[in-house]
């Protein structure tokens, strides 16, 4: 079966660093996504992991240990705009993604 | 704008009605989907496609048909509406080289 495990919130303050944990139990494995969806708004693509470590894209960076099944997504300098919903995706084939159920991330003043 | 359109944006329909819903794409992706997003549940492939003339089942097919007859539009298919089926629906495409969905705004669809 496929699996995949996010904390359903977190919270952190303007200017903070906060990481959102993704583990993942799934048939096949060949990466991790993240993605962003604001309130109403469609999910939008932040990064892809293949290999094991961390890829940095600005505020945004992207862990994988493949070893561990375990990956996270973190924000940096933290901005009231961030305050979003944050998935992880497995490909767990050529074609598809498999989507965790989410993250809330609530960023206060 | 380049990117993934989706028509309608809002539908409200009994139990029983059909509809199809559209989803174009002018980016020339190989690859389509269509999810439906619960509240808790994260996103839930539906069906997918990964070219023109080609569709296959996804998580939660039942109740819904598709098909890809032209490579920008993917269409999905409520043959007979059911209250189960109310959700958020998001249509996405990608290269078969690129593993980074573009999504589309979604419709909002409610079955009363």
């Known amino acids: 079966g496929q699996s995949l495990e996010q904390p359903s919130e977190v919270t952190a303050v303007e200017g903070a660093i906060v990481q959102i944990n993704c583990t993942y139990q799934?048939?096949?494995?060949?990466?991790l996504s993240w993605y962003q969806q604001h309130d109403g708004g469609a999910p939008t693509f932040l990064s892809y992991?293949?290999?094991?470590g961390l890829e940095e894209t600005g505020r945004f960076s992207s862990f994988l240990s493949r070893s561990d099944s375990y990956g996270y997504l973190l924000l940096q300098e933290l901005q009231m705009k961030d305050s979003a919903s944050y998935f992880c995706?497995?490909?767990?084939?050529?074609?598809?993604?498999?989507f965790g159920p989410g993250t809330r991330l609530s960023v206060l003043p | 704008n380049a990117g993934v359109t989706q028509t309608p944006k809002f539908r409200v329909l009994k139990t029983g009605q059909s509809m199809t819903l559209l989803c174009a794409q002018d980016?020339?992706?190989?690859?389509m989907y269509w999810y439906r997003q619960d509240p808790g549940m994260g996103l839930r492939l539906i069906h997918y496609?990964?070219?023109?003339?080609?569709?296959a089942k996804g998580e939660v097919p039942d109740g819904y048909n598709v098909s890809r007859l032209k490579k920008q539009n993917f269409l999905l298919g409520l043959e007979s509406a059911a209250p189960s089926q109310t959700s958020v629906y998001f249509c996405?495409?990608?290269?078969?080289?690129?593993?980074?969905?573009?999504f589309g705004s979604g419709t909002r669809l409610t079955v009363v």
């Open positions: 980016m020339n992706h190989e690859y």
């Open positions: 996405a495409s990608r290269q078969s080289s690129n593993y980074g969905y573009t």
């Open positions: 799934t048939s096949g494995f060949y990466g």
């Open positions: 992991n293949a290999l094991d």
């Open positions: 496609s990964v070219g023109e003339g080609t569709t």
């Open positions: 995706a497995v490909r767990d084939s050529g074609q598809n993604f498999v």
